[in-house]
């Protein structure tokens, strides 16, 4: 499905004051591509996120799903983030089956559709496990199963892979991409990581703060499927220090000192 944000607009009113969370947030996603926002912490991402799941509410601007504007959450949008939010009284088989048992689906389908998750996130023999007894990576992957359980459209990705372990990690996003090619689903990823979200995407959108919107975005033009060789690439290494680039440049521009982070708003 295509994804279309036109001039999205988050504010949050107190007592006190406004605060402008996102502002004039441009984007458009096509039907079964997978693509990354890179951005500081505190710009917006994942409320930008849950207001494409429908967990939020925008304060103007329109999102639209192959034309039909959207206003709330729906089984054709799953999301996943970094804490793995799996239902510890629950095994990775249960679980699974959790979204479409809700959805009212039928006790063997349930089990088809569990074991045809399990084998593809490669946890074929620990369908009896509970979440404790998994490894951070395999919890990870069970939220990544149960998500795509529902069958949805698109899949929104709040730095799943941030809490893991560098090994750990390259595994997660090779078998992130082994998802995407199996089922053709179109992904939105948040990532702080630049490597990361060129290893992975399509396009890499960059997001600045205060307020939240979407400055630039690199197209990455490197075949597929990828190998985490694909790092060595010049190009690759080239499209990181592009990305890197605009935001010393953001930095720069802004007299703002490096060591302090990124910058408040990046230069247009």
Request: glycine content about 8%.
């Amino acid at each position: 499905m295509n994804l279309e944000i036109e001039d999205l607009r988050k504010v949050i009113d107190n007592r006190k004051h406004s605060t402008v969370v996102l502002d004039e947030v441009q984007l458009r996603i096509g039907s079964g591509e997978l693509v990354s926002i890179v951005g500081p912490s505190g710009c917006g991402k994942t409320t930008l996120l849950e207001i494409i799941a429908g967990l939020q509410s925008k304060t103007e601007g329109s999102i639209l799903i192959d034309q039909v504007p959207i206003e709330k959450s729906s089984a054709n949008r799953a999301i996943v983030f970094q804490q793995y939010a799996l239902f510890p009284w629950l095994t990775v088989q249960k679980n699974i089956q959790y979204g479409p048992r809700i959805r009212g689906v039928n006790a063997p389908e349930r089990n088809r559709i569990s074991r045809e998750y399990i084998e593809m996130v490669g946890l074929a023999g620990f369908e009896s496990h509970y979440p404790h007894e998994l490894s951070g990576g395999m919890q990870q992957r069970v939220a990544l199963a149960r998500a795509l359980a529902n069958d949805p459209d698109i899949l929104l990705l709040d730095e799943p892979f941030a809490a893991l372990d560098a090994q750990t990690k390259e595994n997660c996003q090779q078998e992130l991409l082994y998802l995407w090619e199996k089922t053709g689903i179109t992904i939105l990823f948040v990532t702080h990581d630049i490597g990361e979200a060129l290893f992975l995407s399509d396009r890499v959108f960059l997001m600045t703060a205060n307020p939240g919107t979407i400055t630039e975005c690199i197209d990455v033009d490197m075949a597929r499927p990828r190998r985490h060789s694909v790092r060595l690439d010049p190009g690759f290494r080239m499209k990181e220090a592009q990305i890197r680039s605009f935001l010393y440049n953001g930095v720069r521009e802004l007299g703002v000192d490096q060591s302090g982070g990124f910058p408040v708003r990046l230069a247009r």
